[in-house]
């Protein structure tokens, strides 16, 4: 299955049930039934606010945000569907963080689950900067469904491309 460029990594029955689904034009119907509401987080200040509120429950000890935005070109650009950035600098005597938080453009419109699980997973690389088990592990402890939520995300996006 090929054509499921959002599912590779995943076992050939999913991918063969994702297919039939697609295929047969019942993905959006199931993820409508799933996830039938859409989120209110449309600017980038909303987006702080909610970021920073899931990082002050889950990671207190964590440096602070710096910068929160959502970005219309990182899903084309970046192949990416959200971005974590990090930077430290010497300031005198100091030394000071830079965190920030980009997600892509498209999650204005997707349900709040699904940007839920972009948000965690970036901030999980606060602490964890690879995708290793600390990583999922702190990624399930933010988000007990994540594996789900980013199975039906990637779901999401594969039938966004379909439609369009």
């Known amino acids: 299955m090929n054509s499921l460029k959002y599912l590779t990594g995943y076992p050939e029955p999913i991918q063969l049930q994702a297919g039939e689904l697609l295929t047969s034009g019942r ?7 799933k996830y039938p509401h859409r989120h209110q987080i ?6 702080y606010g ?6 002050s429950q889950y990671l ?3 440096p602070p945000l710096s910068l929160v935005r959502y970005d219309s070109k990182l899903n084309v650009l970046k192949h990416a569907l959200g971005m974590h ?6 300031q005198g005597s100091k030394l000071k963080a830079h965190n920030s938080i980009t997600v892509a453009a498209l999650f204005k419109e997707a349900p709040p689950e699904f940007l839920r699980m972009i948000v965690v997973h970036e901030l999980a690389h606060f602490k964890e900067k690879d995708h290793n088990k600390a990583f999922y592990q702190l990624c399930c402890h933010m988000e007990s469904g ?7 995300t990637r779901l999401w996006l ?7």
Do not use: C, F, M, P
């Not at 449309?42 to 987006?47: F, G, I, R, T, V």
């Not at 909610?50 to 990082?55: A, D, P, Q, T």
């Not at 950035?85 to 010497?90: I, K, L, P």
């Open 158 to 164: 594969q039938w966004r491309e379909q439609e369009r």
């Open 27 to 33: 993905l959006g119907d199931y993820l409508e039934r």
């Open 42 to 47: 449309q600017n980038d200040k909303a987006l």
């Open 60 to 62: 207190r000890k964590s």
């Open 85 to 90: 950035t990090y930077q430290s600098r010497v």
């Open 146 to 152: 994540y594996h789900q939520l980013e199975l039906d």
């Open 50 to 55: 909610y970021i920073n509120g899931l990082k």
